[in-house]
């Protein structure tokens, strides 16, 4: 028995199996917007670690000038995301070039994402 005895033993394309890729088009569709919403959920913006409780952030700031390092590549500053100095503003202007993890959280920019599951 050959693949077109069976499809002729089968019948056409009728109105159940229309029915059936109707429903399933419903649930597939459904779906895609679910897993299309992690797209804009999860947005990273920038950031840098938080030396302070109540700290905001800035783009360019004294705070963030003493306590996160940064290196220049093309005449583009490109400061750290992961680790900071380990000193406080008192000491910003004495030796200390400690680089340690963020151990506080970050602050991140909230001018693109005001809230995303990245900052959370």
Known sequence: ????DILVILGDFGRYQKYQVLLISLA????????MGNVFLSGSSDHY??????????????????TIPYKIDKGVIEWSQC???NRTVPEC??????????DKGWVYDTRAYERTVVHD
């Open 1 to 4: 028995m050959s693949f077109e």
């Open 28 to 35: 597939i569709s459904a779906s895609a917007w679910y897993d």
């Open 49 to 66: 670690c938080r030396i302070h409780k109540n700290q905001t952030y800035r783009i360019n700031s004294p705070l963030k000038n003493c």
């Open 83 to 85: 680790v900071r100095y």
């Open 93 to 102: 202007h004495e030796g200390g070039t400690d680089v340690i993890r963020c």
